[in-house]
């Protein structure tokens, strides 16, 4: 059945091979989604998608995540009641949104939720696509004899839901030295003063691991020093927790890089952390410029939200839904 105020915003890179059959888990939910929102990174990202569906709409967002959540969020125009994320290296239980609606249903204060993860790519290269489905198909076919337990807890981009009008004008932070690292830790943080986000027992699924991930290892290292650095400056995190975080990733990467089966890639994270570092440091003495922490662009913010109200930008280098959306019924792959 549909639901006319759930709408699934998706992200895809580099998967666009089995792209579709994600869609198609979307589609297959026990509670459907009135309309399913793709960015797409490349075209090519966008290709085997079915044009035919008329609940399907797809578009190419912007560089950098942050700017891709931004632009997902301003493609639904405030039309709907539930905004739920999914990103293409998760498979979430076929009752993943029928009952994360329940949940937010039931407790009004709840602004957003997120669900557990059975096994997490991050932390484990090893679980594979196949491996995954049955995981999940496993769960799914177990009775329903749990109760629902909700626990404050930061939202994970890859698996949330929110209550629209909860969110109001918050938006992820354009701003953030490097994009790929705690954007959704920051919002969620942001989205708690207006109700409670919290995790839900009931809701659950697999986050795969990238063998082309968004962020390169040298990057997701530097990001690992300087976005906390970055979200403590802004009054967003505080210094403990910035701290914890910073020496937690460089302990991990240090004993990562230098494991005598070390990949290239936790040599380059552990790499990018002793830049971060070097960098803070130089900073810290007044030297060179302020680079990693670039300006508070407000200015995007109040974009999306006149785009919402259906004002109009005069900036060329923002997003406009208008311009930049391919509805399905127009979209072919040259």
Known sequence: MAHADIAVLAFTKNKSAQFADFIQRLEDQ???PDHIFVIGSEAEDLAKLDAANPQLSVSLGRKG???Q?????ALTEGRFKYLFFFTDDFIPSRF??????????SSKDIVGLTGRLLTD???SSSTSLDDALSLVDLYDGLPQTET??????PLRGCNMALRRAAVGAIWFDESLPVSGWMEDADFSARVARRGRV???SVLFGVKLPSATPRTSGFALGFAQVVNPVYLARKGRLGAVSALVSITGNFARNALSALWIGASADDRRRFYGNIRGLGGLMHMSRGGGS???????????????????QGGKSDSKNTFDPSASIIHSSDFSCR
């Open 30 to 32: 026990t509670l459907r």
């Open 65 to 67: 995540i942050a700017a």
């Open 69 to 73: 959540l931004n632009d997902a969020i």
């Open 96 to 105: 993943w949104i029928e009952r994360a609606v329940a949940v937010l249903e």
């Open 121 to 123: 790519g991050e932390k």
């Open 148 to 153: 629902n337990i909700v626990e404050p807890w």
């Open 198 to 200: 919290v995790r839900s």
């Open 290 to 308: 302020r680079e990693p922490f670039p300006g508070d662009r407000s200015a995007d913010s109040q974009l999306h939200e006149s785009q919402l």
